[in-house]
Nanobody
Framework: QVTLVESGGGLVQAGGSQRLSCAAS????????MGWFRQAPGKERELVAT????????DYADSVRGRFTISRNSGESTVYLQMNSLKPEDTARYYC???????????????WGQGTQVTVSP
């Protein structure tokens, strides 16, 4: 069992930056791929970024590539999402996820946090 707790959401103006954190507890953090997803009202949950167990490989949605950066600190069992040049369309609830393998779709991920709201004002 893995427990995930997100933090760092809030209100930010367009063009600003925000960093989300996800603290993991439970099974060995370093063996899990980690991901960030987001879901806006009335829309499906979508992948934002993933990072493999080693931290050596990361993938991003086209909509955030070049603006967002995912990273992990295995010593602290924490994964981060640095978000720069935020846009109003980035407004959503952001969820942290963990899985031994991961994948593009939410159904590939076994463990989820409760999410943190990010709101970007124009």
């Amino acid at each position: 069992q893995v427990t995930l707790v997100e933090s760092g959401g809030g209100l930010v103006q367009a063009g600003g930056s925000q960093r989300l954190s996800c603290a993991a507890s439970g099974r060995t953090f370093s063996t899990y791929a980690m991901g960030w997803f987001r879901q806006a009202p009335g829309k499906e949950r979508e992948l934002v970024a993933t990072i493999d167990w080693s931290g050596g490989r990361s993938d991003y949605a086209d909509s955030v590539r070049g603006r967002f950066t995912i990273s992990r600190n295995s010593g602290e069992s924490t994964v981060y999402l640095q978000m720069n040049s935020l846009k109003p369309e980035d407004t959503a609830r952001y969820y942290c996820a963990a899985d031994l393998q991961g994948g593009h779709g939410p159904h590939h991920w076994d463990y989820w946090g409760q999410g943190t709201q990010v709101t970007v004002s124009p």
